[in-house]
């Protein structure tokens, strides 16, 4: 029998898609509660505390609005089981995360001969994926016109699609979605806690999932943030879904939601009191800084790394706020891998793309300062020097100097 040494993890810069760096403050959180069991007061009060706040970072009154223990796809099999055998969807994928949205969907909407017939990517019939090219942004005339070609029950899209830092149309989706009497579900788990919407501005949107630990910068395992609108919830409660942990009304129990309305929580399965207090105090972080302000310092140091690259001859793709995406100058192309390797090799942890074409991803999760967007650029000029690109660092960041001075 082997028992390994005790395991360090070094801190590293996360300067990719996410996770985003943790606030000390919710480490310390989670560090400093006690052992309490999932139904003593406290931890009780706390889920409802947390439900409360996420309500309004989320702007919305929907009554099914909580989270679901674990990571993004945890908040989206979620959602997705809303959708039953033989249901009509069209899904609309532009990147890595939609995708495997579309893959989920794909499972969900097969019949036991769809599942047979290919049982890790089944390809049911009443599942329309519509493909948007990578780099593109799915446009409410792409969406307008797919759904008043197929007439589906449930449409999908992916908020902000992080495998190419493409912003979609959530006002087009929406729209569409109303004209044409779609229910539409979107994955949100890159764009809350840092773009500025709010749910309830979406009405035909019935239900949304999204992440701990992109901008609710809450990683040490705790909730993706999920919501529902009664249209759903009624649906479901006449309808039924293949999954108890992950039933959109019964995981809602715990949380203190009980027959559509706010009330005493019901046990449904164990949750922690770490868990709980870190994304207690993840929210308070967010409504603190508020939702508009962290959406504008987003924008605000994004515009600087993408000036600050484009200054190093890149070409960015991308137009996230939380995220860079681009292509390295004529010839360095094609050593983005290595480029990246080297990087997380000495604790820089950028990205590639997951899916084609390879581009290098940097994210600025929490990296809200002058002193954090530098040390980045630096880090990056770096890299790409030692790969051979002819760049004059110091120009690079006196541009970044001037951004942020000028
Ligand atoms: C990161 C991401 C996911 C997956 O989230 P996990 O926390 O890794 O499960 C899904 N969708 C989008 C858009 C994402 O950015």
Redesign the pocket.
């Known amino acids: 029998m082997t028992i390994f040494p005790a395991l360090e993890i070094p801190n590293t810069l996360a300067a990719g898609?996410?996770p985003g760096n943790t606030d000390p403050r919710v480490l310390e959180r989670l560090c400093k509660t006690g052992v309490a069991d999932h139904m003593q007061a406290d931890v009780v009060r706390g889920m409802i505390e947390a439900k409360q706040m996420l309500r309004e970072v989320w702007g919305t009154k929907n009554t099914y609005t909580y989270g679901v223990a674990g990571?993004?796809?945890?908040g989206?099999d979620c959602v997705f089981s809303l959708i039953l055998p033989g249901d009509k969807v069209v899904a609309f994928v532009n990147g890595t995360?939609?995708g495997?949205?579309g893959q989920a969907i794909r499972m969900k909407a097969s019949s036991i001969q769809d599942l047979a017939a290919d049982p890790l990517n089944p390809k049911p019939a009443n599942v329309t994926v519509v493909n948007v090219p990578h780099g593109q942004s799915v446009t409410g005339e792409i969406v307008d016109a797919e759904l008043a070609k197929h007439k589906p029950m449930w449409a999908f899209m992916?908020h902000?699609?992080?495998g190419s830092g493409r912003v979609n149309d959530l006002k087009g989706f929406n729209d569409a979605c109303a004209k044409h009497g779609v229910m539409g579900i979107v994955?949100a788990?890159?764009s809350l806690g840092v773009a500025d919407f709010s749910i309830d501005d979406y009405p035909a949107i019935v239900a949304w999932a999204s992440?701990p630990?992109?901008g609710v910068l809450s990683l040490p395992l705790t909730y993706?943030p999920v919501s529902f609108r009664d249209e759903a919830i009624n649906l479901l409660a006449r309808r039924g879904c293949y999954t108890y942990v992950h039933h959109p009304i019964l995981e809602a129990r715990h949380w203190g939601i009980v027959d559509g309305q706010d009330a005493a929580a019901v046990y449904h399965r164990t949750h922690s009191s770490y868990a709980v207090a870190a994304f207690h105090e993840a929210l308070r972080i967010l409504l603190t800084h508020t939702v508009k302000q962290k959406a504008a310092d987003y924008a605000y140091h994004e515009a600087a790394l993408k000036q600050a690259v484009q200054a190093m001859g890149c070409e960015v793709t991308s137009n996230m706020t939380s995220l860079v995406v681009l292509n390295l100058p004529g010839n360095l192309a094609g050593k983005e891998k290595e480029l990246v390797t080297k990087c997380r090799a000495e604790g820089f942890a950028i990205w590639t793309t997951l899916s084609e074409p390879v581009q290098i991803r940097i994210g600025i999760l929490n990296q809200l300062t002058v002193e954090a967007i530098s040390d980045i650029i630096g880090r990056f000029v770096d890299a790409m020097i030692n790969m051979g690109a002819d760049i004059d660092k110091e120009a690079v960041m006196q541009g970044l100097n001037a951004y942020y001075t000028g």
Do not use: H, M, N, Y
């Open positions: 898609p996410g990571t993004g796809f945890s989206l995360f939609s495997i949205d992916a902000w699609e992080t994955d788990v890159s992440c630990q992109k993706a």
